[in-house]
């Protein structure tokens, strides 16, 4: 009998063994192998994503192109002078053409994220309808300048909400740094 149960202990034990150790083997080995397949399996999609979207890019090369050189030939003058001119010239006929009364515009120069531009800030004070005022912005959106507008408030000057003046923000792009002091 004691044969038996000596050979039923080795035999728990060997099984107790085997337990730990298949415990061992899947906490050092088999957990961290599971992992780095899924991190494998997310970066492949991943690339695969950005080669899809390189290969579109590539694809729209001819049309971004054209694009960027249309941009470039609607950016404001070179000549700092010319192109507050030229948007101060554009805001009056848009004005007159609305029917909307200008009451200032205040150009003022800033330097663009790098030396490779640089930006006509222009504020706009106007008043006038609100079909005036959108025929004005429209003007501004339609235009063939490289403006983009940055800010846009309305207030009533009436309580009907007949009259309303508008502060617009406008920024032209110029492909030309700031002159001056750096």
Do not use: H
Not at 55 to 69: G, K, L, N, P, V
Not at 133 to 150: C, F, G, H, N, Q
């Amino acid at each position: 009998m004691i044969n038996a149960s000596s050979k039923r202990q080795r035999l728990l034990m060997i099984l107790a063994g085997a337990a730990v150790l298949l415990l061992v083997l899947d906490s050092a080995v088999l957990t961290p192998v599971m992992a780095a397949w899924r991190s494998r399996s997310a970066e492949i999609a991943r690339l695969k994503k950005m080669v899809a979207d390189g290969r579109s890019a590539i694809a729209r090369e001819d049309r971004t192109r054209a694009m960027w050189a249309e941009m470039q030939q609607q950016a404001m003058a070179n000549e700092p002078a010319k192109a507050e001119q030229d948007l101060v010239t554009a805001f009056d006929r848009w004005g007159r053409a609305g029917g909307v009364e200008l009451g200032s515009i205040k150009p003022q120069w800033k330097r663009g994220a790098s030396n490779r531009y640089s930006l006509l800030e222009c504020r706009v004070d106007a008043s006038g309808s609100l079909s005036a005022i959108t025929r004005l912005l429209y003007e501004v959106e339609k235009s063939p300048l490289a403006l983009r507008i940055d800010s846009i408030e309305l207030t009533s000057r009436d309580d009907s909400g007949n009259r309303l003046t508008l502060g617009l923000l406008v920024s032209g792009l110029r492909f030309t740094p700031l002159e001056g002091r750096r």
